[in-house]
């Protein structure tokens, strides 16, 4: 069995968790969930000198990250319809709608981290920054809902797990104001086994 190594609500596992539900890859990965980020750091650094999840250790014991690189490698194992599609311009536009929703993750977690910083370290500007990544990532989708479109790829699911961790830590910036279609396109793909066996509910 491969090891992937993982944190509870990550949108870059969850983004190799659902992309191995939806190749069938899964059956051949065991999931280590590290608790805490000390559990984590010890579990990964040998793998990652980055010390960053999720890392995919290989049944040779070749560890593969990022979760960009590990999807494409699930993607290589089965011959189901491919999430990275292989040739044409088709290609580049789903890798850069992956870079856009890796970019909402990426920014989430800078707000979340940044809010939740005590009063007097906590920076106005670096919330309003990162905000501002969120708020028009999200507004480019909404005035093209078409780059969504078609069948399934690594750039929707890239998507639905940032703005599904969006949803988890961010309690003061709501990216779905303003966005009633990238809305309902979530919440119809939420519905698909693969997002629905990987959800994570927001803290209580
Ligand atoms: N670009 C990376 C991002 C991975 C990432 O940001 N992982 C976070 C958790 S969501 C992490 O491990 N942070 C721990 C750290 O930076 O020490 C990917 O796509 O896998």
Redesign the pocket.
């Known amino acids: 069995m491969m090891k992937l190594y993982a944190?509870p609500?990550?949108?870059?596992?969850r983004?190799?968790r659902v992309a191995a539900i939806e190749t069938g890859v899964i059956e051949k990965i065991e999931i280590v969930i590290a608790q805490t980020?000390e559990d984590?750091?010890r579990a990964?650094s040998q793998f990652n000198p980055?010390?960053?999840?999720?890392v995919l250790v290989l049944d040779d014991g070749t560890p593969l990250?990022?979760?960009?690189?590990?999807c494409e490698y699930i993607d290589s194992m089965h011959e189901r319809t491919k999430l990275f599609p292989r040739d044409g311009f088709a290609k580049w536009r789903v890798l850069c709608l992956q870079a856009l929703g890796?970019g909402i993750?990426?920014a989430a977690?800078l707000l979340g981290g940044e809010i939740a910083r005590p009063d007097n370290l906590r920076s106005d500007g670096a919330i309003a920054r990162q905000w501002a990544k969120v708020s028009a990532a999200t507004e480019v989708l909404e005035n093209d809902m078409a780059q969504l479109d078609g069948v399934i790829n690594i750039g929707q699911i890239a998507v639905a797990c940032a703005l599904g961790?969006a949803d988890f830590r961010l309690t003061t910036h709501l990216w779905r104001e303003g966005r009633p279609k990238l809305a309902a396109w979530i919440a119809a793909f939420n519905e698909r086994p693969a997002m629905k066996a990987t959800y994570f509910p927001r803290p209580k």
């Open positions: 944190r609500a990550s949108p870059f596992v983004k190799v980020p984590s750091h990964v980055l010390s960053k999840i999720p990250y990022d979760s960009r690189v590990i890796d993750g990426d977690a961790y």
